[in-house]
């Protein structure tokens, strides 16, 4: 059976969005239904919130599963993801490739699957 951040990737190779592909792989992480984790990941996706989509999904399962315990493992995990990419930021992401997203969805979720 594959592990979380495994299956966060088969789900954007499968169509999802980044944001919807990491909290999906992570909603029972998270507390919710697979359907309740496309819904509130939807916004995240294609850099609507200035942050890497892939990201912001990690960061909610951490808040989700810490809550207010969750900022530094949060800072880790941008800090990690950044030291990797160059950035958090969507847009500045984006503009390293065409491949950028499945590799940030990998990143996240494997930063997320360790932390």
């Known amino acids: 059976m594959p592990g979380?951040?495994?299956?966060a990737v088969q789900n954007h190779k499968s169509g999802m969005p980044c944001s919807v592909a990491v909290l999906n792989?992570?909603?029972e992480e998270a507390g919710?239904?697979?359907?309740a984790a496309r819904q509130i990941a939807?916004?995240?996706?294609?850099?609507?919130?200035?942050?890497?989509?892939?990201?912001?999904?990690?960061?909610?399962?951490?808040t989700q599963k810490?809550?207010?315990?969750?900022?530094e493992k949060i800072d880790a995990l941008e800090?990690?993801?950044?030291?990797?990419?160059?950035s958090?930021?969507?847009?500045?992401?984006?503009?390293?490739?065409?491949?950028v997203c499945r590799e940030c969805v990998r990143d996240a979720a494997a930063?997320?699957?360790n932390s």
């Open 66 to 71: 810490y809550g207010d315990a969750a900022q």
């Open 79 to 86: 800090a990690a993801f950044a030291a990797q990419h160059g």
């Open 42 to 62: 939807r916004p995240f996706a294609g850099g609507r919130m200035g942050k890497c989509g892939a990201v912001l999904a990690a960061e909610y399962v951490l």
């Open 32 to 35: 919710l239904t697979e359907d």
């Open 25 to 27: 792989a992570f909603c």
């Open 88 to 99: 958090v930021l969507c847009r500045e992401l984006r503009m390293q490739g065409f491949h």
């Open 111 to 113: 930063l997320l699957e």
């Open 4 to 7: 979380s951040a495994e299956k």
